[in-house]
């Protein structure tokens, strides 16, 4: 159990445009979901906690109007990248924290962006 | 600040080496542990984790931590390692009253030799 998707896995995007990344858990409902960036050979940076039916919570220094997140249902959450640039390019991870243990998360696969 | 700090970025081992993994924490006031692993190509998985209770944690594929609350320390520990323990290693903490955000270290890079 305790299984988080991503969907895409990975994109590639024209600058100037908008994408969607879909986090799903699929066997829980997770009223806490996460969403992080990771660059390459570093570790994790928490960009926003998603709550579901609230508004998301940014972390100082992520612009909460490029980086739009939605948690519509307890089992997807919306990260969408608006107006994208080269320097978004990265590698976006979501989380999923079960109701019961809100400290454990379940990690999605991640999806790999890549804007032109 | 909270904080955590893995000081060994690279580490290189043969195989049936042992390895010890370091992380230091800055948390105030209870504090929740966590050792992550990531495969090559694959999401994170979680190996092991510590919330209270005995200090030393066994975790999956004969991983362990310990837990010393005086030197704000979680080291990671195997006493044998495989070549396909080759992964990158996250140490992680959360608090209490944080429901749940994740503060990562900055990731240790493991290579084992066959």
């Known amino acids: 159990g305790a299984v988080v998707s991503q969907h895409p896995s990975r994109v590639i995007c024209k600058s100037g445009t908008s994408v969607k990344i879909e986090c799903r858990s699929l066997d829980f409902q997770a009223t806490t979901m996460f969403w992080y960036r990771q660059f390459p050979k570093q570790s994790l940076m928490l960009m926003a906690t998603?709550?579901?039916?609230?508004?998301?919570?940014?972390e100082q220094g992520v612009e909460k109007d490029k980086f739009l997140i939605n948690h519509a249902s307890l089992t997807l959450s919306t990260l969408t990248v608006t107006s994208a640039h080269p320097e978004d390019s990265s590698f976006y991870i979501c989380?999923?924290?079960?109701?019961?243990?809100?400290?454990?998360?379940?990690f999605g696969p991640g999806t790999r962006l890549t804007v032109t | 600040a909270q904080s955590v700090s893995q000081h060994n970025h690279h580490v290189i081992l043969s195989e049936a080496a042992s390895l010890e993994l370091g992380c230091n924490y800055s948390?105030?006031?209870?504090?929740?542990l966590f050792w992550y692993v990531q495969y090559p190509g694959q999401h994170l998985q979680l190996l092991l984790k510590y919330f209270s209770g005995d200090p030393l944690v066994k975790g999956i594929k004969g991983f362990e931590a310990e837990f010393i609350k005086s030197k704000f320390s979680f080291n990671l520990r195997k006493p044998s390692v495989q070549w396909s323990d080759t992964a990158e290693y996250f140490c992680a903490a959360t608090g209490s009253s944080n429901t749940g955000k994740l503060i990562f270290g900055q990731g240790t890079t493991l290579q084992v030799k066959p």
């Open positions: 948390y105030g006031g209870t504090v929740n």
């Open positions: 998603s709550n579901e039916g609230s508004k998301a919570t940014y």
């Open positions: 989380s999923a924290g079960r109701p019961e243990s809100s400290y454990e998360q379940y």
